[in-house]
């Protein structure tokens, strides 16, 4: 069971949602040496401690992210910028 949990509308085409996903796992690449990859819809992501998924869909996108034990403690912190970070990229429906 993911540790955070976030689910956003969109008022973007699949394609500019996916556009806007693949943006955001280049900023998570380079800002926190993280490695992505997509499977179909799904684009999946992880690094030391922390694993998860950003799914696209045709009106909303859902970000479900498992911490490890370091990471735990610090999970509402992560959830706050996760949570502001996909209000911004994909703004509401």
Same mark, same amino acid.
């Given at each position: =069971? @993911? !540790? $955070?949990? $976030? =689910? /956003?509308?969109? @008022?973007?085409?699949? /394609?500019q949602a996916k556009? @806007?996903?693949q943006q955001v796992a280049e900023r998570m690449a380079d800002e926190y040496d993280m490695a992505t990859r997509w499977e179909d819809n799904v684009l999946r992501f992880e690094r030391s401690g922390l694993?998860?998924?950003l799914i696209v869909e045709a009106q909303q996108v /859902?970000? !479900?992210i498992t911490l490890g034990g370091f990471f735990k403690s610090f999970a509402p912190m992560i959830e706050d910028k996760i949570g502001r970070n996909i209000a911004k990229t994909f703004g509401g429906a």
């Open positions: =069971m @993911a !540790d $955070i949990s $976030i =689910m /956003q509308p969109h @008022a973007l085409s699949l /394609q556009e @806007a996903a694993e998860g998924s /859902q970000v !479900d």
